[in-house]
């Protein structure tokens, strides 16, 4: 699975930004995807997250009611939109899909992550 993320870049506090993330390759394997960011000197975070049918998604404390992740299974494609941008939402944003762990019989397959290249926001006060 490749993930290519678009739509990084500068805005002011209070502006908007739509982070789009392509997916490609084995995207039939994929039953979870979501975006983290990590800012300098501090941890990837999750954001936020979506199932494969985009029925169920979960967010950040931190961006609830300001950023809204959604998918297009036709296109393969993940978005993020980010809205009432603040200073400390500036950092890389990274695109994840996963197929989560599960078991079958008596294997056990462990969860399985790919990661895009990331895609920088800042945002000034």
């Known amino acids: 699975v490749q993930l290519v993320e678009s739509g990084g870049g500068l805005v002011q506090a209070g502006g908007s930004l739509r982070l789009s993330c392509a997916a490609s390759?084995?995207?039939?394997?994929?039953?979870?995807m979501g975006w983290y960011r990590q800012a300098p000197g501090k941890q990837r975070e999750l954001v936020a997250s979506?199932?494969?049918?985009?029925?169920?998604?979960n967010y950040a404390d931190s961006v609830k009611g300001r950023f809204t992740i959604s998918r297009d299974n036709a296109q393969n494609t993940m978005y993020l939109q980010m809205n009432s941008l603040k200073p400390e939402d500036t950092a890389v944003y990274y695109c994840?899909?996963?197929?989560?762990?599960?078991?079958?019989?008596?294997?056990?397959?462990?969860?399985?992550?790919?990661w895009g290249q990331g895609t920088q926001v800042t945002v000034s006060s």
């Open positions: 390759g084995s995207t039939f394997s994929i039953n979870t």
């Open positions: 994840n899909a996963a197929r989560t762990a599960y078991s079958s019989g008596s294997f056990y397959f462990p969860r399985v992550d790919y």
């Open positions: 979506i199932t494969s049918g985009g029925g169920t998604t």
